[in-house]
């Protein structure tokens, strides 16, 4: 059964991960990317553009299918060695979270919905990937 994720990264890092075909979660936590399997599918929420910083994007800033193989570690450079999985990214572009607020079941009446997001990666229903998918590739909603 194909589920769905949000993950969550500043926007710079997920543009790090588009260019490679990989999604880390969790400043690069194995466990959280365990939970995923392929054929899953993810979008990545930024709620800043720089780790850190205040300036909030707010946007889903990318999207896609979870590749066939296991997590596996990479050593990005003094002794930092986070754990990523494989994604094949999609056609899309970014998408503000505001016009989805009051639609998304994760976030429609809760007015502290970013909450969740610092757990760095939550599951979410196929409706919700469909209208956030749908928002990215500029389509209308279902």
């Known amino acids: 059964m194909t589920r769905h994720w949000i993950a969550v990264a500043s926007a710079d890092h997920v543009r790090r991960g588009l260019k490679g075909n990989f999604m880390q979660v969790c ?3 194995i466990a959280p990317l365990n939970r995923i399997k392929a ?14 910083s205040k300036d909030g994007p707010q ?12 997590s596996y ?5 003094n002794g930092f060695v986070p754990s990523r999985r494989d ?6 572009q970014t998408a503000s979270i505001r016009p989805l607020l009051d639609k998304l079941e994760f ?7 970013g909450a969740q997001s610092r757990f760095g990666l939550f599951q979410i229903s196929a409706g919700d990937f469909e209208l956030i998918e749908a928002a990215m590739k500029n389509k209308t909603a279902p």
């Open 107 to 113: 976030t429609a009446g809760k007015p502290n919905w």
């Open 73 to 77: 570690s990479f050593d990005m450079g």
């Open 39 to 52: 054929g899953d599918h993810v979008a990545y929420y930024s709620p800043t553009e720089i780790i850190g």
């Open 87 to 92: 994604v094949d990214w999609h056609e899309a």
């Open 27 to 29: 400043h690069g936590k």
């Open 59 to 70: 946007s889903f800033t990318a999207i896609g299918t979870v590749k066939t193989g296991d």
